[in-house]
């Protein structure tokens, strides 16, 4: 019995021999074939094909997909316009230099500038060109069969052969059933069994590209349709989902105040929790505020719990629960001792991790000084949830209510509300106040516990400290593609390891019979160049096949079997 073998690298042939394979040796995949560099033909429809062939190459999308991820960047770096408005100011103010470049760079609007557009654009082209024709040709390609064997089949990288006495239609059909079983595609040519296999390789990277594409059209709608805006609410407080009840409010550009879900909810109570004791003293342990919400004008009212990072979904909005603060219920007299201000509570804007809080009071109408002349009223306002006592520094020492105290200086004179310039509420405009002057000439102000009363100078009237109530800020944030983006991201990374771990290669097996009467069967396969399983598998194969038709007595039994030094090398 003798049995020769050749296994070489599984390599596609590259040499004008191995071009010589014909369709067997076709390539494996469905990337279009790199043209030699040429000067395009002249005139508009010449350049026109060109420069498409370069727009729809590999080299070219993944320069354009590099280039969109650097133009990121500085979306991230820079204080965008259409997410902080504020910060952008803030940056113009310190940087006058660089805004009006900036600004000529579209930078404040990096998402919706024209280069950002217009890279995005060309990498949607570039991959649609792309795909396309790749999709026709995969489609192509599983309609039809593997290519027939070639005539000479030690060409192949991968090739083993043997003498046996079963006949030559038997050893085809093992094969076949062979080759069925370890799920190639195969089928009888001539004298020969053509199979193939790993056409999953090409579905995923086709699968990935389009996974792409699907997720370039989400970001692009989401962005268009987005909207996000913010809601600071007083427990006992509600909100309905119209544009004017918001504190802050931006959208995408194709947003339109019809697309806002109709829905609405209250504050019934805002619960949080503080770890009291050890390192992590103050630490958040719950935030939750229960409200209870209805859709549509004439909506069942429900109730439920909104906590962090588990928002209220309502159609194709979330509402979440983002930040927690403390309001102090103040009431204000005027000199007579009439109420102007009656137990408001007013909300102060968190500094720190435990909630030392500052903020404006403003009574704007009704009061009257001594003189009985109107004036408006203003006090700077200090707040600490827990305080630490008489010669303590002004900051809270723990975020919860254990000892209250709000600390007031107090202004009279006009807040500048009816010039019809917009202005914060948590920031008072001390261009047309006076200040209430104390015995010693000095700014008039005070700390004032729950249940204590500041008395202004002059007979001006009094503030009192009533309480405290909780507030939350909400979010409600509508991002139509979100759910499709997530949907392309999961089948980007399948289509990504599908084809970076399925091996794409094929196998011929040809029975023919000898001049001596007796059966010679030859195998070979071929793969990719970074394949190494090809020949692992041929000999797996192969050893299968030599079981059911095991080899013949070798006629010159003083010949030992021949093995080539580039098999031998490689073995």
């Known amino acids: 019995m003798s049995t020769t073998s050749k296994t070489g690298p599984d390599a596609a042939p590259n040499t004008p021999e191995d071009q010589e394979l014909g369709a067997a040796g076709s390539q494996l995949s469905t990337a279009p074939a790199e043209e030699a560099p040429h000067l395009p033909a002249l005139g508009v429809v010449g350049w026109a094909r060109w420069f498409w062939r370069q727009l729809t190459s590999m080299r070219v999308a993944l320069l354009l997909l590099l280039l969109l991820s650097l133009g990121a960047i500085p979306g991230s770096l820079i204080p965008q316009t259409g997410i902080d408005a504020t910060k952008v100011a803030e940056f113009r103010e310190q940087h006058t230099t660089l805004a009006p470049l900036y600004d000529k760079l579209g930078l404040f609007n990096v998402y919706s500038s024209v280069w950002f557009s217009a890279i995005y654009i060309l990498l949607f082209v570039s991959l649609i060109g792309c795909i396309v024709p790749r999709t026709w040709q995969f489609v192509g390609q599983l309609r039809g069969r593997p290519p027939a064997a070639p005539r000479r089949l030690t060409r192949l990288p991968a090739y083993t052969t043997w003498r046996t006495e079963a006949r030559p239609e038997q050893v085809r059909e093992a094969a076949l059933a062979l080759l069925r079983k370890r799920r190639f595609r195969a089928h009888l040519s001539g004298d020969a069994v053509a199979a193939e296999k790993g056409y999953l390789r090409e579905a995923g990277n086709l699968i990935f590209h389009l996974a792409l594409i699907v997720m370039l059209i989400a970001f692009a709608w989401g962005q268009l349709m987005k909207s996000e805006g913010n809601k600071l609410i007083l427990e006992g407080d509600g909100f309905a989902n119209t544009l004017t009840q918001y504190d802050d409010f931006k959208s995408g550009s194709l947003f339109t105040q019809d697309d806002l879900d109709p829905f609405s909810f209250t504050l019934k109570d805002f619960t949080g929790t503080y770890e009291p004791t050890g390192p992590n003293r103050g630490t958040p342990r719950t935030f939750e505020a229960d409200v209870t919400y209805s859709v549509g004008a004439y909506g069942e009212e429900r109730r439920t719990t909104v906590r962090v990072n588990e928002p209220l979904e309502i159609g194709g909005s979330k509402v979440y629960l983002v930040s927690h603060g403390y309001a102090p219920v103040v009431t204000v007299r005027d000199g007579k001792g009439r109420v102007v201000m009656d137990k408001e509570a007013v909300p102060l804007l968190p500094l720190d991790g435990n909630v030392t809080s500052s903020g404006a009071i403003k009574v704007m109408d009704g009061y009257r000084n001594a003189e009985g002349v109107k004036e408006q009223l203003g006090f700077n306002a200090f707040f600490l949830p827990t305080y630490g006592g008489q010669g303590s520094t002004m900051l809270s020492t723990f975020p919860a209510l254990l000892n209250p105290m709000l600390a007031l200086s107090a202004y009279h004179g006009d807040l500048g509300v009816d010039s019809g310039i917009p202005q914060s509420v948590y920031q008072l405009d001390k261009k047309n106040l006076k200040e209430f002057k104390d015995s010693d000439g000095e700014l008039f102000k005070k700390q004032l516990k729950v249940g204590q009363t500041m008395t202004l100078p002059d007979g001006a009237g009094s503030v009192t400290f009533e309480g405290v109530k909780e507030w939350a800020g909400f979010q409600v944030a509508r991002q139509p593609g979100s759910g499709w983006a997530l949907a392309g991201s999961l089948a980007a990374i399948v289509g990504l390891a599908a084809s970076l771990f399925i091996q794409r290669r094929r196998v011929w097996v040809r029975a023919v019979e000898g001049a001596d009467g007796v059966t010679v069967v030859e195998m070979a396969g ?46």
């Open 526 to 571: 071929l793969g990719r160049s970074e394949s190494a399983k090809v020949p692992e598998e041929l000999g797996d194969l192969a050893g299968v096949l030599y079981e059911r038709a095991p080899g013949a007595p070798d006629p010159h039994p003083s010949d030992s079997p021949a093995v080539s030094a580039e098999g031998a090398e490689q073995q």
